[in-house]
């Protein structure tokens, strides 16, 4: 049996990073997931994502799809930037 999860990944706790260095030192934005200040971006706790690219999960056993690349730390390569990516769009 095949069947879409809705997301992969959830928060924890807030995840910050630090863009100034690169954009949004004028910007201001506050929602429900997303919280951006003097180029801070933070995606907050409970924010669920489903990685990098489409994904089928087949019995639960198997994931069928684009890797999200090697583990680091308990956690795909491409987390964080994918959590971030995912944040903004």
């Known amino acids: 049996m095949i069947k879409k999860k809705p ?3 959830k928060l924890s706790d807030d995840y910050s990073w630090d863009a100034s260095r690169f954009i ?3 910007i ?5 997931w997303l919280h951006i200040d003097s180029g801070v ?3 907050k706790q409970g924010y ?5 690219s489409h994904k089928w999960v087949i019995s639960d056993l198997w994931v069928i799809g ?5 583990l680091h730390h308990r956690l795909p390569i491409t987390y964080h930037a ?5 944040a903004l769009t």
């Open 7 to 9: 997301w992969l990944f």
């Open 24 to 26: 949004f030192n004028d």
């Open 28 to 32: 201001t934005f506050d929602n429900a």
């Open 41 to 43: 971006i933070t995606v």
């Open 48 to 52: 669920a994502l489903y990685g990098c």
């Open 66 to 70: 684009t890797p999200d690349g090697r």
């Open 82 to 86: 994918s959590l971030i990516h995912d």
